[in-house]
């Protein structure tokens, strides 16, 4: 029980910053039109650990506020990356 309370404590929380960094997000993946941003864009950019980027993209996505563009663009570590673009 009291395991639960603290867990919705904690999400109460971090909600209110949760839906500040994914409308800052979308702010910017929209700003970039057409060519969007993947991931690791977002994350050099925002300064924001992988984690807190890629949760806050898979909201937007799961919104429906970003899209994949069908896009690759190469991350430093040479592997392909999802390119998104707002809706």
Known sequence: MRSQR???EAFRKVLPKSQTDRARIFTYIKRWGDY???????????????QSVSARIC???KQKLIVD???KR??????????WVAK
Do not use: D, F, Y
Request: with cysteine.
């Open 36 to 50: 969007g941003r993947t991931c690791q864009e977002v994350e050099l950019k925002s300064g924001w650990p992988h």
């Open 74 to 83: 190469k991350t430093l570590s040479g592997r392909n990356a999802i390119v």
């Open 59 to 61: 909201e937007l996505r």
């Open 6 to 8: 603290t867990s919705l």
């Open 69 to 71: 563009s069908g896009m």
